[in-house]
């Protein structure tokens, strides 16, 4: 009786991830953005906060990108820079 019962409630905890994998892909299908660009945008959206809260005061540009997320000052530096039309230093 045992036996059943597990494999019952790894198809039901399979069926569960599967349904909201498929829901959080339909959610960023319709919003015409795939989940990488809203992550990205995302965490722009909360190093602008940081900064504005004076983080740049008496950290890098380098920690900042690491604190939301980035892998790397560089990439931090272009997205930002895309996103905003300003490279982090320059917003204010």
Sequence with gaps: NKR??????FRTKRQAAEMKRAA???RFTQTSTSFG?????????????LIEQGYLISKTIESLAKEVGFSSRSRFVEAF????????????
């Design 81 to 92: 820079t895309k996103i905003n039309g300003v490279s982090p230093s320059n917003f204010h």
């Design 4 to 9: 059943p019962t597990f494999v019952l409630r």
């Design 37 to 49: 660009n809203w992550k990205t945008k995302k965490r722009i959206e909360d190093s602008k906060e």
């Design 24 to 26: 959080k892909a339909e």
